[in-house]
């Protein structure tokens, strides 16, 4: 009953009338795009896509300069050969031209954050309020392809803000989080007493979907198979943040008996694919990007080939990314899904690992957080932490500029207050972090014995 007066109701009232946002429309719009022929899909999305270009050109001094240097004009790029004429653009790109890629008429008038820093390398950029209600309206029905729907009981294993918040802030937070009827627990603080206290918590506000990390989640099963048990039955577990292995599906779907939905997104996009209930690979948002799957050559991956991940935004006019590699892998695919959806699909998505950091009283501290602090101090480049042993964990930055001693005060008490006092920190400023043999960045490395986990 709740859910359909939030959804008849409370929201129209609160996206429409209060924000002034089109979230509601383009989610309208969504749900009916999804079961479009592929055909009419794909139309819609290369014009966008050349709506894009268009504005790029004349708006954005970087876009303008790559045409120009190419001696091309939007108009000329007919087809997807055509396009792949436009350079990929990598975090150094821009790193070294954010000024330039802001387009003039959004000047001024864009939202700014940083990325979480998953790469080792945080990176801010700049978006619009259009864009993000794009976003916000993919991402719903993505979840809702879960059975996730505002109103209904949700529990997030998420991570939270190490900045101290007004008080202001936490009370609309705390409003929101209850019309909403969403409960968050602290992963990065997750020893086995906070996680029996979890349970506790959750067995008396029996959550209908539960969304979060994947590796909390996963420890959290575990947890419950070994010494809980829950009292409750959610439809549905949305995995995100982390690749998702089979094993760890298997044990989440056990735990919590309803099927486990995987998703893809990231800090630039959010949500980029997702899985139905049948299961067959993850469906490309298609509407809002323009996904490309690239092998080293520079050729589109074949059905079965694995690629850098490569995207256009379709909607953000402020700061347009085209053909931005995210540093992400996925293998490409070109089957029909069984649910009638003629988004296309990612086979799968080899995502960047991030390594668990295990502390000596027993706490697991995922990946994500040592990228969600370091995204806030634009004087890093790039990161790495390293655990050799359980008490001591290695951190080796690069810096963009120097830092001042207050920051990195409060950078070694955000650690403390996660790692625990029993784990010695070592800070240490270098030039250069060395790339595996693949060519990538490991951004925590855990070296200590570790449960396998089966793909």
């Not at 198979?225 to 409750?232: A, T, Y």
Request: hydrophobic share 35%.
């Amino acid at each position: 009953m709740y859910q359909q007066i939030y959804k008849k109701l409370i929201s129209p009232i609160h996206e429409n009338i209060f924000k002034r946002s089109k979230f509601l429309n383009y989610l309208g719009f969504l749900e009916e795009s999804q079961w479009w022929p592929r055909d009419k899909l794909l139309n819609f999305q290369w014009k966008e896509l050349q709506k894009l270009l268009k504005h790029s050109y004349e708006q954005t001094p970087y876009w303008c300069d790559i045409f120009k240097k190419l001696k091309i004009k939007p108009e000329d790029i007919k087809n997807y050969s055509d396009f792949q004429k436009l350079p990929i653009i990598e975090k150094q790109d821009i790193r070294k031209n954010k000024k330039s890629m802001v387009a003039r008429n959004y000047a001024g008038k864009t939202f700014t954050k940083s990325t979480s820093g998953s790469t080792g390398m945080p990176l801010e950029l700049d978006y619009t309020s259009d864009s993000y209600d794009w976003r916000m309206a993919v991402s719903k029905r993505g979840y809702s392809w879960a059975g996730c729907e505002d109103g209904k009981k949700q529990a997030y294993f998420w991570g939270v803000s190490l900045n101290q918040e007004s008080v202001w802030k936490k009370y609309k937070e705390a409003i929101y989080q209850t019309v909403l009827r969403q409960k968050y627990i602290n992963c990065y603080d997750f020893t086995e007493e906070k996680m029996r206290f979890t349970l506790d918590d959750l067995n008396k506000f029996k959550p209908e979907i539960i969304i979060g990390y994947v590796n909390p989640l996963y420890n959290f099963a575990k947890y419950i198979k070994n010494l809980g048990s829950i009292k409750f039955k959610p439809k549905a577990v949305i995995a995100a943040a982390e690749k998702l292995y089979q094993a760890q599906r298997e044990t989440i779907n056990n735990e919590f008996d309803c099927p486990v939905f995987n998703t893809y997104g990231s800090r630039e996009f959010m949500l980029i694919a997702s899985e139905c209930p049948e299961h067959k690979g993850l469906h490309v948002n298609i509407e809002n990007l323009f996904v490309e799957i690239i092998k080293e050559d520079g050729s589109a991956a074949g059905p079965g080939e694995t690629g850098d991940i490569v995207i256009t935004d379709l909607h953000n006019y402020g700061m347009p990314f085209i053909r931005y590699r995210i540093g992400d892998m996925a293998v490409a695919s070109d089957k029909q899904c069984p649910c009638g959806r003629k988004l296309p699909l990612l086979e799968d998505v080899v995502g960047r690992t991030l390594d668990i950091i295990k502390t000596p009283d027993g706490r697991f501290v995922p990946g994500e957080f040592f990228a969600r602090l370091f995204r806030e101090f634009g004087e890093i480049k790039q990161f790495q932490v390293i655990q050799n042993q359980l008490e001591t964990v290695k951190i080796k930055i690069i810096k963009e500029r120097e830092i001042s001693p207050e920051k990195i005060e409060f950078i070694r008490k955000g650690l403390s207050e996660v790692l625990g006092k029993n784990v010695l920190v070592d800070m240490e400023f270098v030039e250069t972090i060395p790339l595996t043999k693949a060519g990538k960045y490991r951004v925590t490395v855990s070296n200590l014995p570790a449960e396998p986990i089966l793909k």
